[in-house]
């Protein structure tokens, strides 16, 4: 029987016996990510792997794994794995995307409302003893309503955070490499759409061209008080830009779901900031949502393996 090896315990153990009609299957059990040497050695001889994010798939692994048929990974993102050499050596990639988009919009937006209203701050300020009397100038923060959305990336995701703001009675502006029919906002250019938004939001995927997209000569653009949102992956901003941006007063704060490195080093001044909230990749963490997201590598795998066609095929 062909091996499949699965790089982390998955939502629902049933999806595996599933895939153990078709296959000789290894989980890896332990709770952190098996490390390069781990997953070269255990993915050796292996027909297929069903991957998540944090598995650096690189040119290196794919010339040594000469068995692989399918690298099926559970995220809509596939830039941890190098698509060109698996191209070249014939092996299929497949991704997870569509059953995220909701998740990760609601996830967006739950961060977009927490900067507006400073409930970071508000919270720590509590914590810290500091709520006094009642106040009317104290933590005042910034209304949604006729406040312009600036969205860059009009993709699935970026089109649902469109729609939810729109519920806000926001002014949605975007930004991607052309315009889009069915995008609920207007096309604006990427220097209009800095200095005009209230609110920013990052929807890009990662690849060459949008690895450290937004730095220094963004930020100050942006209008001071402006927010900036990251569901999508850390490395699309500059982190040292974004943090010199906050703490000189540049942009009025930032909501990063995705860090560049991952997770964040406790002790990076980002979270020194008072106006800036990070979240540690949340986007598609829900419970039906992760179920989704296996349920789709797993079945790729089986399609692949019973049909010779996969429904996600990245490439
Ligand atoms: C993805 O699927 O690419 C997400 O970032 C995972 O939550």
């Not at 975007?174 to 250019?189: A, E, L, S, V, W």
């Not at 949102?229 to 009025?252: F, M, P, V």
């Not at 995705?258 to 002790?267: G, H, L, N, Y």
């Not at 800036?276 to 179920?291: E, N």
Request: glycine share 4%; hydrophobic share 40%; charged share 20%.
């Amino acid at each position: 029987m062909d091996k499949i090896f699965i790089t982390r315990i998955l939502p629902d153990v049933q999806l595996i016996n599933n895939l153990k009609e078709h296959f000789e299957v290894e989980v890896w059990e332990k709770s952190s990510p098996p490390n390069t040497e781990e997953l070269l050695m255990k993915s050796k001889d292996c027909w297929g792997i069903l991957t998540m994010l944090t598995e650096k798939i690189d040119n290196d692994f794919i010339i040594k794994n000469q068995k692989l048929k399918i690298i099926a990974n559970m995220a809509a993102g596939f830039d941890n794995i190098d698509i060109e050499t698996a191209k070249q050596q014939n092996i299929m990639v497949t991704n997870t995307p569509d059953v995220l988009t909701e998740s990760t919009a609601e996830l967006t937006f739950a961060l977009l409302l927490l900067m507006a209203k400073r409930l970071p701050e508000a919270n720590q300020a509590i914590r810290n003893n500091q709520w006094g009397p009642w106040n009317p100038n104290w933590m005042l923060g910034k209304d949604l309503k006729n406040a312009n959305l600036g969205i860059i990336g009009p993709g699935k995701i970026g089109n649902a955070v469109a729609k939810i703001a729109k519920s806000f009675s926001m002014k949605i502006n975007y930004y991607g490499r052309d315009p889009k029919i069915d995008f609920p906002g207007n096309y604006m250019q990427l220097e209009k759409l800095l200095v005009t938004s209230d609110y920013i939001s990052i929807h890009l995927s990662l690849n060459n061209e949008t690895n450290n997209f937004l730095n220094a000569k963004h930020f100050k653009k942006m209008k001071q008080d402006a927010i900036l949102i990251n569901t999508s992956r850390g490395k699309i901003i500059n982190q040292d830009d974004l943090l010199q941006a906050i703490q000189s007063n540049e942009i009025g704060g930032a909501a990063l779901d995705v860090t560049d490195p991952e997770p964040i080093d406790s002790s990076s001044p980002l979270l020194q900031m008072q106006n800036i909230f990070v979240s540690p990749h949340l986007g598609s963490a829900t419970k039906a949502t992760r179920y989704k997201m296996a349920k789709i590598a797993i079945d790729n795998l089986i399609s692949y393996k019973i049909k010779n066609y996969c429904p996600n095929a990245v490439i």
